[in-house]
């Protein structure tokens, strides 16, 4: 501790008498921040409780097995429907589909036009033939004007005699294919294993036939070899003119209607009764001392299925007992996530914007579950509920994401008809994620995490599954969905991180670490501009380090936001007295008012070339309060001796604000010490003590050191790692003979 005696009751006697704080500066704002969180807070608290099925939190009885003896008689309390297996209902699908058509649409249009191409090719070439002497000339041009045709097509049709004979023949070809109907392809649709083919004709239904009847283009290519073959038997080479010109106009006309298919699909499958019969009211299901056969246990079971049903529609009381008791449970969820918050992370509890972000992450990973299992009908493994334990630690500390782990896990456990397993493997893997992400500070160390989450999910899947009894494919599923979310989670973190970091102002420290990178563009500047003060910043890094580590604060923030603090200085270097040197001041020739005003225009500067360069908000923070409201004594002096009154000592200061954070007084007094302890000229460790101590008595007397949360213990903290640090930088050196003669 300090030997301050003084220090307890003058702190006590400065928090009586100094002016507090206006609260009511601002009373819309504050209004509006405590509207806000109000309406979080339900907004979190109805959409849990209502996105899920009401039935969803319903535990069924525990259902007695094949072969046991029943213990007492059964009777049915209210008229149910027995319901199909989940084998019955995929065997009705089945049979249900194998009557499905796959719908075709036939376009007229498509065969009219193919015709009419075909017409004006005739026409074309017999215009061609005629205004054309010589056969040889007008192979010439049938052969450019239609390249499709090969040597000896060209040449038959050169002959104004084909001409006749091959126009009327390639007509009825195409006619007798169109006829049947020419369909692109059925293999790349996913009814491919359909066999009936319904086709329309301006909507209305004109033909039902089979696959095997439509030609596909493939077909179709042989069916027109085979028509052109059978129109010119004794003829070969007419028969293949007449295949190369019908193929090249064909063109399917039926086209497969989609829409149409898949409504008549869901009108089949929703036509599927989910039940097999009745059990009507006060009929005996089980006798008692009889043995429970299959049948009787589908009963059982359908009964279990339909009793939350029947409760609700007889007595609705329940049901509003049942919605009662579900946002009382979800309501407790979110008071311990607050009560933890007022505990040991009290700053984000009056942060709107972190509240906000942490309600978004929580309403995401309850809609993103209730898609899962509930719409989609999938595993409850593939929730990824690591990705906002990642996600909250990497941004707001490992406290903040085991506790909404913990939320989330009970949560949706709770929420799935109390699925323990599900709580379980939540709770595990995403502690087990923000465990492993906690000293992540490069994105390409995010495999780990990766590693570790995917991991846990396969051991504690067949863990689970194992103990059920599960089958060994099913278990190697659920076990593949497991390793799917680990990755997956993991993948998506890296890509929000940023996004969240934009968002929500918030400078992680995988973002620090990139910017204390001295090739950094800017530091690289005022390495070049400014030797000095790059130099003088160095040192106070490893300064602010030491003291903040000391202290458990943010050391990554406190060594990068000094790198940076005075890079304002790089306007005007040659005004500070680091970067002059041994040159004559360029202040002898500036009022001290001026010399202030060049002195405290670095602040701004440096906050104006932080925002250019998309500097963090907490790195810009600092660098406004580094120096609080700091009088700037020797210019302040300096101006009481050429004659100023002391009324002009607010004109020499600081515009502030004071440091609000640990980093905030922490850099303000790394800056004091080091720039002090520059000008002993005999810095022994005690000199070097006592200027440590004398700076942060200063500090501490003048209130710079009021608004952040700094006890008399941390400053002698701070004092303490301060005094080693400078000592190695500016202890005294011996003057080695030979470089004395050199002299």
């Known amino acids: 501790m300090f030997k301050w005696p003084f220090l307890r009751w003058k702190v006590r006697i400065r928090k009586l008498f100094s ?62 429907p027995i319901l199909k297996t989940d084998e019955e209902l995929e065997k009705d699908k089945k049979l249900a589909l194998s009557n499905l058509h796959i719908v075709l649409k036939r376009e007229r249009n498509v065969s009219f036009s193919v015709l009419n191409s075909l017409n004006q090719f005739f026409s074309k070439l017999d215009s061609l033939n005629q205004n054309t002497k010589g056969i040889d000339l007008r192979e010439e041009k049938l052969s450019l004007v239609f390249p499709f045709l090969t040597k000896e097509s060209t040449k038959l049709l050169a002959n104004t005699k084909s001409f006749e004979k091959l126009k009327p023949t390639c007509l009825e070809i195409l006619t007798d294919i169109y006829k049947i109907g020419v369909v692109n392809d059925f293999e790349n649709h996913s009814f491919e294993n359909l066999n009936s083919v319904l086709i329309l004709q301006e909507g209305k239904e004109t033909l039902v ?14 069916e027109l070899s085979y028509l052109a073959r059978e129109r010119f038997k004794s003829d070969a080479l007419y028969a293949t003119t007449a295949y190369e010109i019908t193929f090249h106009f064909l063109v399917p006309n039926l086209k497969f209607d989609l829409e149409e298919t898949n409504k008549r699909r869901e009108e089949l499958l929703a036509s599927i009764p989910k039940h097999k019969g009745l059990v009507l009211k006060g009929e005996e299901i089980v006798e008692k001392d009889q043995i429970i056969s299959h049948s009787e246990l589908e009963k059982l079971s359908s009964l279990a299925s339909s009793e939350v049903k029947w409760s609700f529609k007889d007595n609705r009381w329940e049901f509003v007992l049942l919605v009662i008791g579900r946002m009382i449970f979800v309501f407790s969820m979110i008071l311990i996530l607050l009560i933890f918050l007022y505990i040991f992370k009290r700053e984000l509890l009056f942060d709107t914007s972190k509240l906000l972000m942490i309600t978004i992450l929580i309403l995401t990973e309850v809609l993103l579950a209730y898609l899962i299992v509930f719409q989609w009908q999938l595993s409850e493994y593939l929730v990824p509920v690591a990705l906002t334990s990642l996600l909250l630690t990497i941004l707001l500390g490992v406290e903040t994401g085991l506790i909404v782990t913990f939320i989330l896990s009970f949560l949706l456990g709770m929420m799935h008809n109390f699925n323990l397993n599900f709580a379980l493997v939540s709770l595990v893997s995403g502690s087990v994620a923000a465990y492993s992400v906690r000293e992540v500070t490069h994105r390409y160390k995010f495999y780990r995490p990766m590693l570790y989450v995917c991991f846990v999910y396969v051991v504690l899947i067949f863990l689970m599954e194992s103990l059920k009894f599960s089958h060994t494919p099913k278990i190697i599923e659920l076990c593949g969905y497991g390793i799917f979310n680990g990755f997956f989670s993991t993948v998506l973190t890296m890509g929000l991180l940023p996004m969240f970091e934009s968002l929500f102002n918030i400078t992680t420290d995988i973002t620090l670490l990139e910017l204390s990178d001295l090739n950094n563009p800017l530091l690289k500047r005022l390495a070049l501009v400014a030797p000095g003060t790059y130099h003088h910043s160095i040192v106070i890094g490893n300064l602010a380090e030491a003291a903040a580590k000391s202290l458990g604060a943010n050391t990554l923030l406190a060594r990068v936001g000094a790198y940076y603090h005075d890079i304002g200085k790089m306007e005007k270097p040659e005004y500070f007295v680091e970067n002059q040197m041994g040159f004559k001041s360029k202040h002898e020739k500036l009022t001290p008012s001026m010399s202030a005003l060049i002195l405290e225009s670095h602040v701004k500067e440096g906050v104006e070339m932080a925002k250019k360069a998309k500097l963090p908000k907490q790195l810009i923070d600092l660098m406004k309060e580094h120096h609080g409201t700091t009088v700037m004594n020797y210019f302040y002096n300096k101006a009481l001796e050429q004659g100023a ?65 700094l006890t008399l213990k941390d400053l002698h903290v701070i004092e303490e790692s301060f005094v080693p640090i400078l000592i190695g930088v500016f202890h005294p050196r011996v003057d080695y003979p030979e470089l004395v003669e050199e002299r």
């Open 19 to 80: 002016p507090k704080k206006d609260n009511n500066k601002k009373p819309k704002k504050k209004t509006l921040d405590k509207i806000l969180k109000v309406f979080l807070a339900l907004f979190l608290l109805l959409f849990i409780s209502f996105i899920y099925p009401v039935e969803s939190m319903y535990q069924p009885p525990e259902l007695p097995r094949e072969g046991e003896i029943a213990k007492d008689d059964i009777l049915a309390p209210f008229t149910f």
């Open 209 to 222: 036939t089979t696959k095997d009847k439509i030609l596909t283009l493939t077909e179709a290519k042989k």
């Open 645 to 709: 009154s002391e009324e002009v000592k607010d004109e020499f200061r600081y515009p502030g604000p004071k440091p609000q954070s640990k980093e905030a007084a922490i850099l303000m007094l790394a800056d004091a010490v080091e720039a002090a302890s520059r000008t002993l000229e005999d810095p022994k460790s005690s000199r070097i003590k006592a200027v440590v101590k004398r700076i942060i008595m200063d500090k501490f007397e003048s209130g710079e050191l009021d608004e952040c949360d």
